[in-house]
């Protein structure tokens, strides 16, 4: 007749592979990378339908093919868009060849003003590789909440009609397939954008 402790062992050593192969899992977990950029795609960006400085119609699926390295603002603004439109042309110079895998697009949020032309002819005195997109006040509304992007417009002293938008300031990287591949500090000088910009495309 089996002992009730010859019964047990069968069950002893059952629990103790099972704790075994549970903790080599989780040494097995350490140390993995993060999920790749890519697993936010649904996160930041989407369909969006914008006009360029032409005039034309621009949708998020035109743009395919390439990387997109997108940047919010405005042509009046006083300081921080000049300066970053500068930074990303200079960037792209760095990158040499690498840069034609890329365009960099400079979207409004102050499309009251930003026209077409006003966008053309502001981008081009960066570079001719930046193109700048406007739109009606909704569809830059939407574009801005699928990139989490803040705007508010505020007026520069009472009874002007001129005013400022503040603004958030970071640099999107879309990969060529539409996906969200990554975030670039804006603040940076064109050697960092340039940098982060390649590692991103090297993935």
Not at 49 to 77: E, I, M, P, R, S
Not at 104 to 131: G, K
Not at 161 to 166: K, P, R
């Amino acid at each position: 007749m089996a002992t009730k402790s010859s019964k047990l062992l069968p069950l002893i050593v059952s629990a103790i592979a099972a704790v075994l192969l549970l903790g080599a899992v989780a040494l097995l977990s350490i140390g993995r990378p993060a999920p790749a950029p890519d697993s936010q795609a649904d996160a930041v960006g989407g369909a969006f339908t914008l006009t360029n400085g032409d005039g034309k119609t621009v949708t998020a699926t035109d743009l395919h093919g390439k990387y997109l390295l997108v940047y919010f603002g405005y042509t009046f603004c006083p300081d921080v868009c000049p300066t970053t439109l500068a930074d990303i042309a200079q960037a792209l110079d760095k990158l040499g060849a690498t840069a034609d895998r890329v365009q960099p697009l400079f979207i409004t949020v102050d499309p009251a003003r930003d026209t077409p032309a006003v966008m053309r002819h502001y981008v081009t005195a960066f570079s001719p590789r930046i193109e700048g997109l406007t739109g009606t006040p909704a569809q830059i509304a939407d574009v801005a909440k699928k990139y989490h992007v803040y705007y508010a417009v505020h007026p520069a002293s009472a009874g002007s009609s001129d005013y400022t938008v503040d603004h958030s300031s970071v640099l999107y990287v879309m990969g060529p397939n539409g996906g969200f591949a990554g975030i670039i500090r804006a603040d940076q000088n064109p050697d960092g954008i340039a940098h982060d910009l390649g590692a991103i495309m090297s993935r």
